[in-house]
């Protein structure tokens, strides 16, 4: 309704599509067998990036921006007894070929909206993978240092962080990395994050931040979202804007997005991109535990079917199904029979159909 | 609100995080004297405590059951790290070190080692970081025994003083890396309950760095 096309990508996939150095998925998550030229393949472990192969591969000629969804289940392979399932279902969006504020604020509006429809309460927090880049880029380290200075900024682990800047010479940088895990909060952190600007480049970035932040104050996500820069995700491939969504009842993120500017340049002709994906079993938990999905289907019907109108009964049901009524076809040729299944799994309203329609409520004490 | 909800482990880690925690002014009565309950307010209600074992500790942080833990750092290495590591807190602290026969030179020989260790994940982490071809062998207890009983040629595990080490004629060969208590903090949790979580890690952080004022003095 939004001008985004579904799509589909295949659930087996060669192993290369995810093994691309600097966005690779971790090789042991990966659920891998051969296919019979003995190609490594893999069970579809995630779905921006063979959208992103297929975008660059087939999409060059559309006009942009080309906006997609998908809904489909992806593969992990996540370690024995821990409660996290090794097939989970996922939603997602990605706004491909567009570029800067509008694109970036439909796809934080979008998520937003997707999560106000389902849970209600979240608290959405956006970030922006430029800041950790530029101050690390000025510094003389290796790539095994920065990978460090990442996860240790990820995990917030502020006395580990200190050891590893201990050695390193440039003051202003040290500083501001080690302000980084504790940049976070409401509209106040774009000031003190000002002070710790290496170039004009960031300097812009935060400005822009700004005012994206200033756009959103504006809608009801006002309270709901917090400013993090020292937001730094474990995908790579990020290079703006980064988002993700937390909400009382679950432990992790329910939502993970960002802004991937050079991804689809890896497998061909680049072109910037936005997206997001949703974890559709913890927002389907959450909603259940509350008491909401399947019970929010007001009125069930259940329909007996007089012998010989079959056909009469079922066009009477694709009529009521047509005007969004739940009902269900009775395989029983006795009423009582039909009246004790409804029982049994909670419909409350019985339909005959005969030589006429006659519709009832059936009470709770009919068993 | 919720209250905030903390998994101690337990044990020294548990007695030590009392104590911090009534440097704090928070009231830890009826966590000193649980008698069968499983889940023990603390302070006046704004946070209640649960008690487990160190793994388990991580489990629950991770899957977000409980909003904080108190948990050691070699469990932490051990069983990854996908929560928030705020604050250390200075006590429980002993170091992870690769031990060997006094009397044996560990590196020498092209033969690959063989290293027993509680640990497995710290030890081989820590052999690649050499880029050493070793073989882990995982042993649940009295680490010390492997080399003696010619089961490895070394071992991975906590040092303390050393003193069982010697004991059985061990050494440490080198220290591996310095472990002490953590507070780590579920990702969703610090996200919504920034501003308690703060302040009560502001609060434990003064405390800890009044103590080790005091006992530098």
Redesign the interface.
């Given at each position: 309704m939004r001008g985004y096309n579904e799509v589909l990508t295949p659930g087996v996939e060669y192993y290369d599509v995810f093994g691309i150095p600097g966005v690779s998925i971790p090789q042991q998550e990966m659920y891998k067998t051969t296919d019979n030229n003995g190609r490594l393949i893999v069970f579809r472990p995630d779905s921006t990036l063979p959208i992103a192969r297929m975008a660059s591969a087939r999409l060059q000629n559309f006009q942009k921006p080309v906006r997609l969804f998908y809904r489909q289940n992806v593969y992990r392979n996540t370690p024995d007894h821990?409660?996290v399932s090794n097939e989970a279902a996922q939603m997602g969006i990605e706004i491909l070929g567009a570029q800067g504020l509008r694109a970036d604020l439909e796809a934080i509006m979008l998520a937003a909206d997707t999560l106000t429809k389902t849970i209600g309460d979240f608290?959405l927090?956006i970030g922006n993978a430029v800041f950790f880049q530029n101050l690390v880029g000025k510094l003389q380290i290796s790539e095994e240092r920065r990978e460090q200075l990442r996860t240790t900024i990820e995990?917030?682990?502020?006395?580990?962080l200190s050891g590893l800047l201990e050695n390193i010479q440039d003051q202003k940088i040290v500083e501001a990395i080690r302000k980084l895990p504790r940049l976070?909060?409401g509209e106040e952190i774009f000031k003190e994050a000002e002070r710790y600007c290496p170039d004009g480049d960031t300097a812009d970035m935060l400005l822009y931040m700004k005012t994206l932040y200033r756009h959103l104050s504006e809608t009801a996500l006002k309270d709901r979202i917090?400013v993090?820069l020292g937001l730094v995700q474990r995908n790579d491939y990020y290079t703006g804007i980064i988002f993700?969504a937390?909400?009382?009842e679950?432990?992790?993120?329910v939502l993970n997005g960002g802004r991937y500017d050079t991804l689809l340049g890896k497998f061909g002709d680049s072109m910037p991109a936005i997206g997001f994906s949703v974890d559709t079993d913890a927002l389907t938990a959450i909603v259940r535990r509350r008491g909401g999905g399947e019970s929010r289907i007001r009125k069930k019907t259940i329909v007996h079917i007089m012998p010989g109108y079959e056909i009469k009964a079922h066009r009477v049901m694709d009529e009521m199904v047509g005007k969004g009524r739940y009902c269900e076809a009775s395989v029983f040729d006795a009423v009582d029979k039909t009246r004790r299944y409804a029982s049994v799994v909670g419909i409350h309203r019985l339909m005959v159909v005969g030589e006429s329609v006659t519709e009832m409520e059936l009470g709770d004490d009919e068993t | 609100m919720k209250p905030l909800r903390i998994a101690l482990t337990k044990g020294r880690l548990e007695k030590k995080t009392v104590e911090l925690f009534e440097e704090i002014g928070l009231d830890c009565s009826i966590l000193k004297d649980k008698g069968r309950r499983l889940i023990l307010p603390v302070g006046n209600g704004e946070m209640e405590a649960v008690l487990a074992k160190a793994a388990d500790v991580i489990t629950y942080i991770e899957r977000g059951v409980c909003d904080m833990g108190v948990v050691g750092k070699d469990t932490i290495m051990e069983n990854g790290s996908r929560f928030y590591e705020i604050l250390d807190l200075k006590f429980g602290k002993c170091k992870f070190a690769l031990a060997a026969p006094r009397d044996m030179d560990f590196y020498a020989g092209y033969h690959s080692k063989k290293i027993a260790s509680k640990y497995p994940g710290v030890a081989k982490r820590f052999f690649e970081s050499k880029a050493m071809d070793v073989e882990i062998i995982k042993i649940e207890g009295s680490v010390e025994l492997a080399p003696l009983l010619g089961l490895a040629d070394g071992i991975v595990d906590i040092v303390e003083t050393g003193s069982t080490l010697r004991e059985n004629g061990l050494a440490v060969i080198e220290d591996i890396t310095d472990i002490s208590a953590r507070l780590i903090v579920n990702s969703a949790s610090l996200k919504l309950r920034k501003p308690e979580i703060e302040a009560l890690a502001g609060k434990l952080e003064a405390a800890i760095v009044n103590k080790e004022k005091e006992i530098k003095k």
């Amino acid at each position: 309704m939004r001008g985004y096309n579904e799509v589909l990508t295949p659930g087996v996939e060669y192993y290369d599509v995810f093994g691309i150095p600097g966005v690779s998925i971790p090789q042991q998550e990966m659920y891998k067998t051969t296919d019979n030229n003995g190609r490594l393949i893999v069970f579809r472990p995630d779905s921006t990036l063979p959208i992103a192969r297929m975008a660059s591969a087939r999409l060059q000629n559309f006009q942009k921006p080309v906006r997609l969804f998908y809904r489909q289940n992806v593969y992990r392979n996540t370690p024995d007894h821990t409660g996290v399932s090794n097939e989970a279902a996922q939603m997602g969006i990605e706004i491909l070929g567009a570029q800067g504020l509008r694109a970036d604020l439909e796809a934080i509006m979008l998520a937003a909206d997707t999560l106000t429809k389902t849970i209600g309460d979240f608290r959405l927090e956006i970030g922006n993978a430029v800041f950790f880049q530029n101050l690390v880029g000025k510094l003389q380290i290796s790539e095994e240092r920065r990978e460090q200075l990442r996860t240790t900024i990820e995990s917030k682990n502020y006395a580990a962080l200190s050891g590893l800047l201990e050695n390193i010479q440039d003051q202003k940088i040290v500083e501001a990395i080690r302000k980084l895990p504790r940049l976070f909060g409401g509209e106040e952190i774009f000031k003190e994050a000002e002070r710790y600007c290496p170039d004009g480049d960031t300097a812009d970035m935060l400005l822009y931040m700004k005012t994206l932040y200033r756009h959103l104050s504006e809608t009801a996500l006002k309270d709901r979202i917090i400013v993090d820069l020292g937001l730094v995700q474990r995908n790579d491939y990020y290079t703006g804007i980064i988002f993700s969504a937390y909400t009382q009842e679950y432990g992790a993120a329910v939502l993970n997005g960002g802004r991937y500017d050079t991804l689809l340049g890896k497998f061909g002709d680049s072109m910037p991109a936005i997206g997001f994906s949703v974890d559709t079993d913890a927002l389907t938990a959450i909603v259940r535990r509350r008491g909401g999905g399947e019970s929010r289907i007001r009125k069930k019907t259940i329909v007996h079917i007089m012998p010989g109108y079959e056909i009469k009964a079922h066009r009477v049901m694709d009529e009521m199904v047509g005007k969004g009524r739940y009902c269900e076809a009775s395989v029983f040729d006795a009423v009582d029979k039909t009246r004790r299944y409804a029982s049994v799994v909670g419909i409350h309203r019985l339909m005959v159909v005969g030589e006429s329609v006659t519709e009832m409520e059936l009470g709770d004490d009919e068993t | 609100m919720k209250p905030l909800r903390i998994a101690l482990t337990k044990g020294r880690l548990e007695k030590k995080t009392v104590e911090l925690f009534e440097e704090i002014g928070l009231d830890c009565s009826i966590l000193k004297d649980k008698g069968r309950r499983l889940i023990l307010p603390v302070g006046n209600g704004e946070m209640e405590a649960v008690l487990a074992k160190a793994a388990d500790v991580i489990t629950y942080i991770e899957r977000g059951v409980c909003d904080m833990g108190v948990v050691g750092k070699d469990t932490i290495m051990e069983n990854g790290s996908r929560f928030y590591e705020i604050l250390d807190l200075k006590f429980g602290k002993c170091k992870f070190a690769l031990a060997a026969p006094r009397d044996m030179d560990f590196y020498a020989g092209y033969h690959s080692k063989k290293i027993a260790s509680k640990y497995p994940g710290v030890a081989k982490r820590f052999f690649e970081s050499k880029a050493m071809d070793v073989e882990i062998i995982k042993i649940e207890g009295s680490v010390e025994l492997a080399p003696l009983l010619g089961l490895a040629d070394g071992i991975v595990d906590i040092v303390e003083t050393g003193s069982t080490l010697r004991e059985n004629g061990l050494a440490v060969i080198e220290d591996i890396t310095d472990i002490s208590a953590r507070l780590i903090v579920n990702s969703a949790s610090l996200k919504l309950r920034k501003p308690e979580i703060e302040a009560l890690a502001g609060k434990l952080e003064a405390a800890i760095v009044n103590k080790e004022k005091e006992i530098k003095k």
